[in-house]
T-cell receptor, first 116, second 115 residues
Framework: AQKVTQAQTEISVVEKEDVTLDCVYE???????LFWYKQPPSGELVFLIR??????QNEISGRYSWNFQKSTSSFNFTITASQVVDSAVYFC?????????????FGAGTQVVVTP | NAGVTQTPKFQVLKTGQSMTLQCAQD?????MSWYRQDPGMGLRLIHY???????DQGEVPNGYNVSRSTTEDFPLRLLSAAPSQTSVYFC??????????????FGPGTRLTVL
């Protein structure tokens, strides 16, 4: 069964619009880690954020913000005032291995296209 | 630090050929992993290692072998390449949690085509 679901395949916006990416995860563990990665057209994976299951405090970092809600098993990501450079594939990932995060389970990714 | 390096960047194989994808890290990380990325499926874990001499299977291990003789290196071997193994392969490394690192470090990837 898929552990991480990103229901949005592609989102297209015009520059300066806000974009929210949905991520729903499934786990029976009480301790786990959630991640967001960005993959620009160049192909490398860029780490954006990690959240521990015991830390539900939401976070804002510049134009990025994250909303972690254990009650709904969701870890959503918002880009405020999008820019063309935000065009990329964004992956949500889950690690249930509390001894490491060497075993990540990725969602299928959401392609974000920002046009001028 | 060079971080995580992967060679080659691109490779074309014929069905049935074998090859080794190289992965090295110079950060003294205990944990190393191999993932494959296919269109529309995100990344899937092939094999991982929690230290030299210790490896285990991930979600999609069939057709691949690994070994970890040193902390630095974690090669991935394709025994008999098949077109279904056409993919982009990423290697990653990380220390254990609690050492001030938030995530795995990923290599730049190897794009493999099997004809």
């Amino acid at each position: 069964a898929q552990k991480v679901t990103q229901a949005q395949t592609e989102i297209s916006v015009v520059e300066k619009e806000d974009v929210t990416l949905d991520c729903v995860y499934e786990t029976r563990d009480t301790t786990y880690y959630l991640f967001w990665y960005k993959q620009p057209p160049s192909g490398e994976l860029v780490f954006l954020i990690r959240r521990n299951s015991f830390d539900e405090q939401n976070e804002i970092s510049g134009r990025y913000s994250w909303n972690f809600q254990k009650s709904t098993s969701s870890f959503n990501f918002t880009i405020t005032a999008s820019q063309v450079v935000d065009s990329a594939v964004y992956f949500c990932a889950l690690s249930e291995d509390t001894d490491s995060w060497g075993k990540l389970q990725f969602g299928a990714g959401t392609q974000v296209v920002v046009t001028p | 630090n060079a971080g995580v390096t992967q060679t080659p960047k691109f490779q074309v194989l014929k069905t049935g050929q074998s090859m080794t994808l190289q992965c090295a890290q110079d950060m003294n990380h205990e944990y190393m992993s191999w993932y494959r990325q296919d269109p529309g499926m995100g990344l899937r874990l092939i094999h991982y290692s929690v230290g030299a001499g210790i490896t285990d299977q991930g979600e999609v291990p069939n057709g691949y072998n690994v070994s970890r003789s040193t902390t630095e290196d974690f090669p991935l071997r394709l025994l008999s390449a098949a077109p279904s193994q056409t993919s982009v392969y990423f290697c990653a490394s990380s220390p254990s949690p609690g050492q001030g690192v938030d995530t795995q470090y990923f290599g730049p990837g190897t794009r493999l085509t099997v004809l």
